[in-house]
């Protein structure tokens, strides 16, 4: 299932918003601790989760995707 996830993750528009997404979800960073990592904003960190997030729901639907993840945390 994680597999699937990751795939469908790859599609993410851009390598930001996944790597956002990915140090939030699989590392458990929290916006302060991306944006030190991304070296930007924190404001800029929540929208790239939020657009990580959005491209995913398109690809999965929204159920499956918080299936998916919440079966990985």
Do not use: D, P, W
């Not at 979800?25 to 929208?47: D, P, Q």
């Not at 995913?56 to 990985?72: C, F, P």
């Amino acid at each position: 299932m994680v597999t699937a996830l990751f795939l469908k993750f790859r599609q993410c528009q851009s390598n930001r918003y996944r790597l956002a997404f990915f140090l939030m979800y699989m590392h458990g960073k929290n916006n302060h601790e991306i944006a030190e990592v991304m070296a930007i904003a924190e404001e800029t960190v929540r929208v790239h989760k939020l657009r990580a997030i959005q491209s995913l729901k398109k690809r999965l639907g929204a159920n499956e995707m918080l299936t998916r993840i919440t079966s990985i945390l």
